[in-house]
Structure formats: C-alpha cells, structure tokens
C-alpha cells in the first residue's frame, strides 16, 4: 500500500509531467547507507581507505606530494566558490509548472500559451538586487523574479521584478545605476543599502528614475515573504500570432495569498534576527505542502495604438495604467519542489532575456535590449565559458542539435565528421517556420545612427504623481518616513536638496515633509504636474485579504495558561491553513499537558511571526513582569500585526494600555479595536464561522487583514 507521501508524489507527477524532473534526474546523486556496495571514492572512480589522513612520510613525519586524494580534495575545494552574480546575487529558488487557462493563440502562436492541456516546467528564482550573496533577506531592494519555462519549443525566460518598472530607460546607465547602490568603493560600505551619499545623488541627478524613487520608498521593497509580492516582465515585449500579427504585451503575476509587506522596523529588526526569513519561509512553505501560487496575467496593446498613449510603450520607467489596458488572467504559476542542491540549481541557473521562444519577440525598448547582451555576457564569466546551458538546470527539454563545438566544460559528445553548415549532409536542417522555427516577424526598421530618445522618454513625474496619488494615507506615510530615513544617512546636503527638490516635482507634501524632517527648507510652490489621477492596483491597501494560509501564530503562554483554549483555538487557525507556534518559559513539554513549546521568550522574536494569541490562565500576572514577554506584545503592536487575547490574555493587554485600544469587558461577546480582538468569555463554539461577524470571524479577519497599520504606536516602547 502506497505511503501518503508516495500516493501525493503520484499525483503530482501526473499533474506535472516531470519533463524537466526526468532531464534531471540522470545528473541526481544521493548517497544510500543501505548500499553496501557504495563506496567513498576520488573523482576518477577509485576507491578510497582512508579520508581522514594525509599520506605521510612517518607518523609525524612531511605530507608527501603523491598523496593524490589530499591533493584532488583540497584543490577542489579551493575552487569551489565561482564568482557571485554582480547584481541579485542573493536568491532562493524552487521548480514547478505553468498552467494555462485558455489558448492565446488569437494573439501568439507561442506553443506552451496555445495549449491548455499542456503545463510548461518552470524553475523560479527570487532575489535582492544590491546585496552580495550573505547579506540578508529583508533589506529595502527591488526583488528579482525570474522564471524559466521548459517549453516543447525552447526555453523561455522571463527576467522580471517585483516593481513593475526600472530605474532608468537606457541600458547604457545600468552599470552607473548599480555602481550607485552598491557600497562604496573605498571603504565597500554600506552592505545591501541604499541610504548613502551615492545612490540618492545619481537619483537626484536622474530624473528618469522619479517614478521608480516612489516605488522603492514604498513596502514594495520590504515585501513579507517571496510568496506574497507580485511580478512582472518590465519590458513591453512582442507577442507574434501565426498569421503574423504582432502585439505589445506586458506580463504580470500576482500571488493568490495578496500582495504583503512588513514594515520597516520589523524588517531591519529581522535582518539580524533571521537574515534568512525570505528563503527559509519559501523552503518551508513548499516542504509542508503549502504551494505558493501566483495568476498570470497579461496586458495585450495592439500594435496599430503603439502611439495612442501620452508615454512611450518602450520606456521601462513607465507603467500602462490597467485602467487604460486591463489585466488578462490566462493562467497559474505553481511552485511544488524545492531544488535539490543550491549550488547546482539555484547557484548555477542562468537566466537570459534573449531566450525568447516561437510566438514571443523583443520590443525596442533600448534596455530590453541592452539585457539581451548583458545576461547572456555575464554567464560567461560567472559560469566559465560558453556551454552554461548544458549545466543540467539550464537545458531545455526539447532536443539540442548545432553546430557549436568545444570550449570549456564542453558535456555533450557530438559525433560525426562535420561541424559546419551548409554540409553534404544536410544536417541538422534549418526548421520552416511550418515546423516550429523561429522567425521575427517582418517590422519596419527607419532612422538615422543617433544616441538619443523618443520625445516623450522625456516626461518623467506623471507617473511618479500617479503612483504617490493612488496610495491611502497610511502608505503614503510609509514612503515620507522612507524618504526621511534614507536621506538622514546622506552627508552632503546639496545631495539631500537635489532629492527634496525631485519630491517636490511629485507631490508637495512629500516634499514639505520630508524637508522638515532631514532639517532642509522646505519648498515654497510646487512644481510638479498637478494631476489627481490614480490607479487602483497600485496600492496594496486594495490586496486580497480573504486568506490566513500560511500565516505564522505565536501563541505566547507561561506555566500556568489554559491549555484547552490553547488548543481550541490553534485546531481553529490550523484547520484554516494557518501554522501555530507555542513560544514558553521553557522548550519542549509544558508541565501536565501533551504540548510542546518550539521556542522560548529569549529564542525567537515578534518579528518572525504574522500574529499573536494570548490565552487565558493563571500565567499572565507573572508572565507580564518578563520583559520579554511585554516587548513581544508591544513590538507585535507596533508592527501593526493583530493580536488576540482571551480571558485573562486580555489583562496583559490592559496592563500594557496600548494606546486605542479598548479591551472587552465581562458581558461583551468580544471587542475588536485597530486589529486588537479580545473576549473575556471564551467559547470553543465561538470560533466557528458564520455569515454574522462572531469572535471567530473577527480573529479571522484581523490576521487575513495581515497588517493593520491605522494604530497610534508613536509611545510604544519597543
């Protein structure tokens, strides 16, 4: 009889198709104890004696030249690091599958968006941008989102972010761009930061980069985990429809759970609490069944309205407002499968822009096509010459036939007495187009040899106004205290007035706000567009919020606490795919109860969790005089994360008196204030949910609500 294990890897696989895992698999080593007959051997298949002492002349005698095993081991070693990514160097990865809704072949005759029996392997990888492979998670960066789709037709690659534009529209400024957010070069100072002299004087000196100063001073950049921040393609790209029919398209993604940030305190907090919050919660999400999805979607313009807009579809500095060109859901992205080996998978996967597919073209837009060169350029240094893409992660899953021969870590074994063409053989063939072969559709080409721009790249703060516009109160002065913070770390002050003045071409406010608190003169005029448009889908006070799956519950007890409730309520949370941590005075067995606390009050922080629960019981006097256990509750409130007492929980809440918030009194069902609920008279009954807002439906909507960030927490000291 099949384990329940072996029964879900089944069904996965027929879900799956496994064409990528079976391309794997041949390249896939493990060691097995229960094999008697493997042996620790050296690379050339020896077996060895001994892998603990170097060959000697005597027993305390000189290491021998000869020994060939020390001498293979060590060398391998010392060139076992290659040279990290120059930007998103820190990343975490994970293979899955697409899966279509419905043809698109109206609009692209691109095989894997044709077919919606079929679902397409993909191996995702998320990023930072800035920082070096050991810095941490939850820095304020642009992510990389970066999906590779093993197609019948090829590899296609999509080299997305989570921000939806870039910092600049000429691939020529990439390398002043991140040469500017990178530490210094003189002392490599600041580490995975933008708040110094050099990042805010290019931007301050960029005005092209107005609209991307607003999204990264925005939760954007802090997003709560991998799996809850959106992605996007940037670029407008071309989809091409067998007829020949060319389309601009754009490609989004956006997370089933809805678009999350922390906020800022808690992100730097975490940064040395766990530097590892962003891989290590995509690890653990997939290991526990808890697959991270996203819908994929599609903004398709006509090539005929290329000119209809008052910006440029080329300028990757601009959006296409989705209230001028809707969103189109065509599909899902499904992550199921963590790589095997970071190293070979996630370390070595090579991802380039110029990896386009029969039915998908490249647009002009000069940094798209600067990304074309720089991508496939870059593997070339990192990954050791030419044949990166027979490292097993990078292979396509369609057959591989050229004329491409030798270079360094050549794998394939090409036999045969030509390696040219045309040939007397006739082979490989060229494909007809009829056959799956590539070809660009036919697009007017005119100009002279000039290094310039269209006209309207150059309008630079009618988007960074929409952007401001479209925010609620609360995230707009999530960015003004973003914009103060960088700018507080910059030393020249004509750096800091070129960035006040920046602001103030994008919303007066911001700019008087900001101004006043880095200790500038604030602007007298504005002088900026004057617009109120805004945009929906570009606040994310307007995400999903109808889930609590995966979201982390710290239940803090002491000895003493009402474990019936405790487990009352962790079934409810659990049972509604939320996962349940009992942090304690001790680890391990709680006296006379079967639970079992995973952490301490000094192993484990506010920081790492999404809630809090406090039960009831004869632990809170003590429990509140641990400091803690206070700063727990504090630091949770402050961070806007929702907090649920019970019973006597609620004297801990009471005793603290955070400001606004009104704790239930005896007689009233429950009270639920700013994302603080609380009961005095608890019911395991009341935790069901109904059509009418009970206890339960109230804790259900405080953590689905993830944040809530309309607290006064200026007075807590945490």
Known sequence: MQSLKEAFQAVTDTILGTAKDQSLAPHTQQADPKDETQFLTTNFGVKMTDTDNSLKAGERGPTLLEDFHYREKISHFDHERIPERVVHARGAAAHGYFTLFES?????????????EKKTPVFVRFSTVLGSKGSADTVRDVRGFAIKFYTEEGNFDLVGNNIPIFFIQDAIKFADIIHAGKPRPDNEIPQAQTAHDNFWDILGLLPETAAMNMWILSDRTIPRSYRMMQGFGIHSFVFVNSEGKRNFVKFHLTPTLGTHSLVWDEAQKLTGVDPDFHRRDLHDAIESGAFPEWDFGIQVVPEEDE?????DLLDSTKIIPEELVPVKVIGRLTLNRNPDNYFAETEQVAYCTAHLVPGIDTSNDPLLQGRHFSYFDTQLTRLGGPNFEEIPINRPVCPVSNNQRDGLHRNRIDKGTVNYFPNRFGCPALAKQSQGGYAHAPTPVHGVKIRARGPKFDEHFNQARLFFNSLSDWEKEHVIKAASFE?????DRSVIDKMIDRFNHIDFDLARQVAINVGSEPPATFAGPTHNKTSQALSQDKTAKNSIKTRRIAFLVGPGYDSTQFNAVKSALEGLGANAFLISKSKGKQGGTADEAQFTYTSTRSVQYDALVLVGGSHVPQMSK??????????????????????????????LALPGVSVAQGGEPFKDTVGVVSTRSFDPESLKLGDSVNFGKAVFNAIAAHRHPKRDIDSVPA
């Open 626 to 655: 641990v400091g803690e256990v206070t700063t727990f509750v504090n630091e949770s409130f402050k961070h806007g994360k929702p907090i649920i007492a019970i019973n006597e929980g609620a004297d801990l809440l009471t005793k």
């Open 307 to 311: 000119h209809k807009f008052d910006f």
């Open 487 to 491: 700018l507080e770390h910059v030393e």
């Open 104 to 116: 698109q072949k109206d609009v692209t005759h691109a095989h894997f968006l044709n077919h919606p």
